[in-house]
């Protein structure tokens, strides 16, 4: 006689737990990249993956992984992310029931945890699609532009004034690559701990050109070895940006509450979620 058929294995909170988990676990390993940890280019690959979205038509955001393909991996803004996507493949090969797309995420919720943020509260069902689904090049910013182009392509995924500005706070963490973006050097003396101190040096530090070969960016008059974007500076000259700057400069709680806010819409656009909004799972981090 035949048995009965096997029930079919539906992952759930735990079996995502188990995996944050092990790309914690992965992430204390590899303390050998960058300034000791790959935290900060596992957040830019999930938020890469999630900025394509735009409101009108639909298209892009994290459901797709579609970064994996020549096209959109290939976009100049993308530059570097392979070493997040490399990071991810053992665990993908550990846990081969999460697709992509929801391990790409998991590892931005992990890496902000992981690097002492806030919690970021997580939703699963994003599903792989294929290279159809990569979205044009050009829908992530560019760093050389202005206020204008922040508010024309964080407002095409749907965030207002001071959504844009917690979430840039991310540049607390991680450095520019020569070799990826052109820029180079980190913007805070702790690249690998998410704090405020992006908009305490924004407001309390003065700020000039640095004179080198590479792009526009500017450096801090006092030690040098800082860096802001010309993105980066509009947070602070653009009037309705700063008020905001100046609150996160006064208030980690706030940043913090924003921030995490921010980061689980952003990792959301465009999802077709079965699972509720009020039914997100809250992953302990390895020091809680
Ligand atoms: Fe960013 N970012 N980012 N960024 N970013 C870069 C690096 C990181 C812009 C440009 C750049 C967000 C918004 C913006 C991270 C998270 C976020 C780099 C250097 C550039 C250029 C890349 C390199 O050379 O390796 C611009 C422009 C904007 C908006 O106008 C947002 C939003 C987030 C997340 C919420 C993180 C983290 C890094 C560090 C990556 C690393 O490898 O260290």
């Known amino acids: 006689l035949e048995g009965k058929p096997k029930a079919p294995f539906v992952p759930r909170f735990e079996n995502y737990q188990e995996v944050y988990n092990h790309i914690a676990k992965l992430l204390e390993e590899h303390d050998d990249y960058d300034d000791g940890s790959y935290g900060p280019v596992l957040l830019r690959l999930a938020w890469h993956a999630s900025g394509t979205y735009d409101k009108e038509t639909g298209t892009g ?12 991996g290939d976009h100049g803004a993308n530059a570097g992310l392979k070493a997040a996507r490399d990071f991810l493949e053992p665990v993908k090969e550990a846990f081969p029931w999460i697709t992509y797309s ?10 902000i945890q992981e690097m002492q943020g806030p919690k970021i509260p997580y939703r699963a069902g994003r599903s792989d699609r294929d290279l159809s689904f990569c979205t044009p090049d050009g829908r992530l910013p560019d760093a050389s532009k202005d206020h204008s182009h922040i508010r024309a392509i964080f407002g095409r995924m749907g965030f207002d004034d001071r959504a844009m500005v917690a979430l840039s706070g991310a540049h607390a963490l991680g450095r520019c690559h020569t070799d990826r973006s052109g820029y180079s050097g980190p913007w805070t003396f702790s690249p690998t701990t998410l704090t405020n101190d992006y908009f305490k040096l924004l407001i309390e530090e003065k700020w ?15 030690t040098k070895t800082l860096m802001m974007l010309p993105t980066d500076m509009e947070i602070v000259k653009d009037k309705s940006f700063r008020k905001y700057t100046e609150l996160y400069a006064k208030d980690n709680d706030a940043f913090f509450k924003d921030f995490s806010n921010a980061v689980v819409t952003l990792f959301e656009l465009g999802v077709p979620f079965e699972h509720p909004e009020d039914q997100r799972w809250v992953f302990k981090s390895s020091f809680d």
């Open 208 to 222: 000039q050109y640095k004179k080198w070969n590479g792009p526009k960016q500017f450096e801090d008059v006092k």
């Open 102 to 111: 929801d391990l790409w995420i998991l590892g931005g919720v992990a890496a």
């Open 61 to 72: 955001g994290s459901n797709g992984a579609t970064m994996r393909f020549a096209p959109e």
